[in-house]
């Protein structure tokens, strides 16, 4: 897979923009929805899959989609053809951002814009390992949880 981060290239501070290359049987990621940052994907040249909350269905070229902040947006992106897909995807660049990987059960947070070169915490996590909230913390005095 080859990937052209256009928006870094062109300055962009709040603004991502790849164009990305698939080979046939290739997905740039897994299926996954992001908490704070809206995306839109646009099928430059072949037919790659696309898998939404609603399923999986074939793009054409030219087609547009965009995939709205939450889970109601996980979506991931394939190549099921015989032949190489590119795709551009454009999306917002606010951090901290959060991302939700349902089949794998992770959760990505991230202290820096996605995709960003710039230093910041970027932790992958399983959504089970989640703590109480006073653990390892000292309560309040007189007991009071709140």
Same mark, same amino acid.
């Given at each position: 897979?080859?990937?052209?981060?256009?928006?870094?290239? *062109?300055?962009?501070?709040?603004?991502?923009?790849?164009?990305?290359?698939?080979?046939? $049987?290739?997905?740039?990621?897994?299926?996954? *929805?992001?908490?704070? +940052?809206?995306?839109? !994907? /646009?099928?430059?040249?072949?037919?790659?899959? !696309?898998?939404?909350?609603?399923?999986?269905?074939?793009?054409?070229?030219?087609?547009?989609?965009?995939?709205?902040?939450?889970?109601?947006?996980?979506?991931?992106?394939? +190549?099921?053809?015989?032949?190489?897909?590119?795709? !551009?995807?454009?999306?917002?660049?606010?951090?901290?951002? /959060? *991302? /939700? @990987?349902?089949?794998?059960?992770?959760?990505?947070?991230? $202290?820096? %814009?996605?995709? %960003?070169?710039?230093?910041? /915490? *970027?932790? @992958?996590?399983?959504?089970?390992?989640?703590?109480? @909230?006073?653990?390892?913390?000292?309560?309040? %005095?007189?007991?009071?949880?709140?």
């Amino acid at each position: 897979m080859k990937r052209a981060r256009l928006g870094r290239q *062109a300055g962009a501070d709040r603004l991502g923009a790849s164009l990305y290359e698939l080979p046939p $049987g290739q997905s740039p990621w897994p299926y996954h *929805a992001h908490l704070g +940052n809206e995306e839109m !994907l /646009i099928v430059l040249r072949g037919r790659p899959h !696309l898998r939404t909350t609603g399923g999986w269905r074939q793009l054409s070229e030219g087609e547009l989609v965009s995939f709205q902040v939450g889970e109601r947006g996980a979506h991931q992106v394939q +190549n099921r053809t015989d032949e190489p897909v590119h795709i !551009l995807m454009v999306s917002e660049m606010q951090a901290p951002e /959060i *991302a /939700i @990987y349902p089949d794998s059960g992770k959760v990505g947070l991230f $202290g820096r %814009s996605p995709g %960003s070169a710039a230093e910041g /915490i *970027a932790l @992958y996590v399983a959504r089970e390992s989640g703590v109480d @909230y006073w653990e390892g913390e000292e309560p309040p %005095s007189g007991g009071a949880r709140g």
